[in-house]
């Protein structure tokens, strides 16, 4: 049973950056997209970035300039990074497993495994 | 802004069938995935692919797909039903992940 365990700072000053680790449990870290999704609160989930096995990285236009997002494959684990955070980037943070493929004429893609949310709060 | 497009809120009485939507450009080329989220938790994986549920979802949820609109089926709601739910895919590239605003589901 795959399991995703996350962990990071949990409260920010403006301008700090945001560092998120994510490990991966129990199962294989190739094949797969290795996403990470926000949440204000609130409202809905937004997706912030994905990485794959080889380090091939993928990341939301909107908040592109200010994230990495980094891959160890020896430790299983991936991270986030978010730079120059403000108020507006409080939110739970998720890491996900994203898997994709394709049918005849039709592509899928879903997120099997989620860690259970770190929540990051952006306050002077 | 999202590119998938869901109604904000939908309401179901008690046993009965609800159907929640999510259009967007994407759909015409992917298969949307879609999520239930309660309060205070992470999302939980309920329908992907063409119309398949991981495992311990019950069989009362299905999908399925028209054009640039994909529906999640909910048949013969329960209380425990009551949840957010949200589409999701790639977008039309293929270079992005994107996300539909949330459906918040009441169960009358």
């Known amino acids: 049973q795959v399991q995703l365990q996350q962990w990071g700072a949990g409260l920010l000053k403006p301008s700090e950056t945001l560092s998120l680790t994510c490990a991966v449990y129990?199962?294989?870290?190739?094949?797969?997209?290795w996403s990470w999704i926000r949440q204000p609160p609130g409202k809905g989930l937004e997706w912030i970035g994905e990485?794959?096995?080889?380090?091939?990285?993928n990341y939301n236009p909107s908040l592109k300039s200010r994230v990495t997002i980094s891959v160890d494959t020896s430790k299983n684990q991936f991270s986030l990074k978010l730079s120059s955070v403000t108020a507006a980037d409080t939110a739970v943070y998720y890491c996900?497993?994203?898997?994709?493929?394709?049918?005849?004429?039709?592509?899928?893609?879903?997120?099997?495994?989620w860690g259970k949310g770190t929540t990051v709060t952006v306050s002077s | 802004s999202s590119e998938l497009t869901q109604d904000p809120a939908v309401s179901v009485a008690l046993g009965q069938t609800v159907r929640i939507t999510c259009q967007g450009d994407?759909?015409?080329?992917?298969?949307a995935s879609w999520y239930q989220q309660k309060p205070g938790q992470a999302p939980v994986l309920v329908i992907y692919?063409?119309?398949n549920r991981p495992s311990g979802i019950p069989d009362r949820f299905s999908g399925s797909s028209s054009g640039n609109t994909a529906s999640l089926t909910i048949t013969g709601a329960q209380a425990e039903d009551e949840a957010d739910y949200y589409c999701?895919?790639?977008?039309?590239?293929?270079?992005?992940?994107?996300f539909g605003g949330g459906t918040k589901l009441t169960v009358l």
């Open positions: 996900a497993r994203g898997r994709g493929g394709s049918y005849p004429g039709y592509y899928y893609y879903y997120m099997d495994v």
């Open positions: 692919g063409k119309n």
């Open positions: 999701n895919s790639r977008d039309s590239s293929g270079n992005r992940v994107v």
């Open positions: 990485i794959n096995h080889s380090g091939s990285t």
């Open positions: 129990g199962g294989s870290f190739s094949g797969y997209y």
């Open positions: 994407s759909l015409r080329s992917y298969y």
